[in-house]
Nanobody, 114 residues
Framework: QLQLVESGGGLVQPGGSLRLSCAASGFSLDSYSIGWYRQAPGKQRELVTDITSGRTNYADSVKGRFTISRDSARNTVYLQMNSLKPEDTAVYYC?????????WGKGTLVTVSS
């Protein structure tokens, strides 16, 4: 059964850091596209970053602050978030996109507040 499980969210002060993890089972993260999306209250879900065909893409709003990485041995993808801002507050979702369907985790909440 294909499953994505996120962890690592929480409350952090502005300027702080968090690392999110997404553990995959039932498929290999080395195939197709793996990435992170987020959805803030009252807003649409948006792409944060992904790895597609070996290329890494970042939303302009997180460039230079967030880094996606993949551990093939653990079948896990990470999102290192530095210099966090209140506007980064959202539920963060891990996604695995194939040509036919996109799979989603249940999400993990990140709150950036003093």
């Amino acid at each position: 059964q294909l499953q994505l499980v996120e962890s690592g969210g929480g409350l952090v002060q502005p300027g702080g850091s968090l690392r999110l993890s997404c553990a995959a089972s039932g498929f290999s993260l080395d195939s197709y596209s793996i990435g992170w999306y987020r959805q803030a209250p009252g807003k649409q879900r948006e792409l944060v970053t992904d790895i597609t065909s070996g290329r890494t893409n970042y939303a302009d709003s997180v460039k230079g602050r967030f880094t996606i990485s993949r551990d093939s041995a653990r079948n896990t993808v990470y999102l290192q978030m530095n210099s966090l801002k209140p506007e980064d507050t959202a539920v963060y979702y891990c996604s695995y996109r194939t040509p036919l369907v996109t799979y989603w985790g249940k999400g993990t909440l990140v709150t950036v507040s003093s």
